[in-house]
């Protein structure tokens, strides 16, 4: 909820760091042996469609179409299944607009408050969301949500321990437990938050989302302002009509 990767974001369709080195092995070798056709082509076309039909409306035909008539085979050649698609795209909007790494060249903010920042960029990013709202019903598929969460602790974790651990030295952060805080955050705000996964009116996701922003308070870790609030709301109330 706070970064899908969905803030993720990512929201929310992440893969596992095997599966990303596997990919971008492929992508040399899609170079010689299928020059025309590139796994960038592909998530682009994919992207599209995603947003424009949505990612349940969406075949690998329609993908294909869109590629210039290429067969199932040549996607099949880069990726396993449309859940891989809209995972590796996920992961690819996330390092393009990485909201961790845009924050930390910012010289004029104390950690806390790049915390906040990374939260409101992730809010920011329209298609990201849009695509991490129509990845949601994949957190259904058991192996999609394992995945889901090894890679918030391996990619998310890390990320938001920097930030903490920043905090801690400038003064803006005041805890004893900057890892369990960086590994209960991405937990917490891309799994219990999510009705998909815990069912709750949308008035309920509310009171949990405040109950999350006292707890980190009480923690020492007052992330969540009152405009986070806001923007969390309007999210919210867009996945509790999922």
């Known amino acids: 909820m706070l970064l899908n990767k969905s803030l993720t974001f990512l929201i929310l369709c992440s893969i596992i760091h095997t599966y990303r080195m596997n990919v971008l092995e492929e992508i040399k070798l899609a170079r010689n042996k299928y020059p025309e056709i590139t796994v960038e082509k592909i998530l682009e076309v994919a992207q599209q469609l995603f947003l424009e039909k949505g990612y349940e409306n969406t075949t690998i035909q329609d993908i294909v179409d869109e590629l210039g ?33 845009i924050v930390k060249q910012r010289k004029d903010l104390n950690a806390l408050q790049k915390m ?3 939260v409101k960029l ?12 129509e990845a949601l019903p ?3 598929n058991p192996r999609v949500f394992v995945e889901m969460i090894k890679s918030n602790h391996q990619h998310l974790t890390p990320l938001w321990l920097d930030l903490i651990e920043e905090g801690i030295a400038d003064g803006s952060i005041q805890t004893d437990y900057p890892k369990e805080i960086a ?3 991405p937990l917490l705000g891309d799994v219990w938050l999510y009705p998909n996964i815990f069912p709750a009116a949308e008035e309920e996701i509310v009171h949990k989302f405040l109950f999350f922003k ?3 308070e009480k923690m020492g870790v007052p ?3 009152d405009e986070l609030v806001e923007l969390v709301k309007v999210r919210l109330n867009q996945i509790s009509k999922l």
């Open 214 to 216: 006292e707890m980190l």
């Open 122 to 133: 992730n809010q920011q990013n329209t298609q990201e969301k849009q695509l991490n709202i």
């Open 223 to 225: 992330i969540i302002d």
């Open 116 to 118: 906040r920042e990374a």
């Open 69 to 101: 008539g290429l067969t199932k085979g040549a996607i099949y050649h880069h990726f396993k299944s449309k859940e891989d698609i809209i995972c590796a795209l996920s992961d690819k909007l996330f390092t393009e607009n990485n909201p961790f790494a």
């Open 138 to 140: 994949l957190l259904e």
């Open 183 to 185: 590994e209960l955050i």
